[in-house]
T-cell receptor, first 110, second 116 residues
Framework: QKEVEQNSGPLSVPEGAIASLNCTYSDRVSQSFFWYRQYSGKSPELIMSIYSNGDKEDGRFTAQLNKASQYVSLLIRDSQPSDSATYLCAVHTGGFKTIFGAGTRLFVKA | DAMVIQNPRYQVTQFGKPVTLSCSQTLNHNVMYWYQQKSSQAPKLLFHYYDKDFNNEADTPDNFQSRRPNTSFCFLDIRSPGLGDAAMYLC???????????????FGPGTRLTVL
């Protein structure tokens, strides 16, 4: 059974701090990795994609991928209260399947 | 703006009364997906279309059916909704599956289904 694991949280950080969200996956041949942000009652919104080992930065967001350790993370710098949401890690495992984690709830305290 | 649209945003139905949810996209993407998401859970893939090819997940109940009459539209039919089918239903699209960069999925706003 292919799996994507995330800590459900909640992760609470003060405004302006760095939030670090982590995800592990079980399928070694996975090639595409995604982070989605989901506000309560809303649909997931794609915020980062990463395909190669290393870091990928986009504004305040940095995605990190380590395929050897089967680990992907998302860093949010200068966290804002508007970043409070559930962050879903998703892994494309090949063929037609993308597996989503259940998400980590993030609270940014003003 | 190119987008994925779902209608209705909220649907209330009675136990056992068929319901149809719709999804349309202006992205001209090849692939359309239907997910079911319950509170605090991961989106669960029900099925997807790659162009006209229908792919059902092995654990998707027979109660759920789908139609894709053209590239832009896709429908989710729930033939006899049960209380356990109350959830958010998400439609998503992706450009293609053969290249990693095209696996990105873009979601519509979802339809919240309530079963009375």
């Amino acid at each position: 059974q292919k799996e994507v694991e995330q800590n459900s949280g909640p992760l609470s950080v003060p405004e302006g701090a760095i939030a670090s969200l982590n995800c592990t996956y079980s399928d070694r041949v996975s090639q595409s990795f995604f982070w989605y942000r989901q506000y309560s009652g809303k649909s997931p919104e794609l915020i980062m994609s990463i395909y190669s080992n290393g870091d990928k930065e986009d504004g305040r967001f940095t995605a990190q991928l380590n395929k050897a350790s089967q680990y992907v993370s998302l860093l949010i710098r200068d966290s804002q209260p508007s970043d409070s949401a559930t962050y879903l890690c998703a892994v494309h495992t090949g063929g037609f399947k993308t597996i989503f984690g259940a998400g980590t709830r993030l609270f940014v305290k003003a | 703006d190119a987008m994925v649209i779902q209608n209705p945003r909220y649907q209330v139905t009675q136990f056992g009364k068929p319901v149809t949810l719709s999804c349309s996209q202006t992205l001209n993407h090849n692939v359309m997906y239907w997910y079911q998401q319950k509170s605090s859970q991961a989106p669960k893939l029900l099925f997807h279309y790659y162009d006209k090819d229908f792919n059902n997940e092995a654990d998707t109940p027979d109660n759920f059916q789908s139609r894709r009459p053209n590239t832009s539209f896709c429908f989710l039919d729930i033939r006899s909704p049960g209380l356990g089918d109350a959830a958010m239903y998400l439609c998503a699209t992706s450009r293609d599956l053969r290249l990693a960069v095209y696996n990105e999925q873009f979601f519509g706003p979802g339809t919240r289904l309530t079963v009375l």
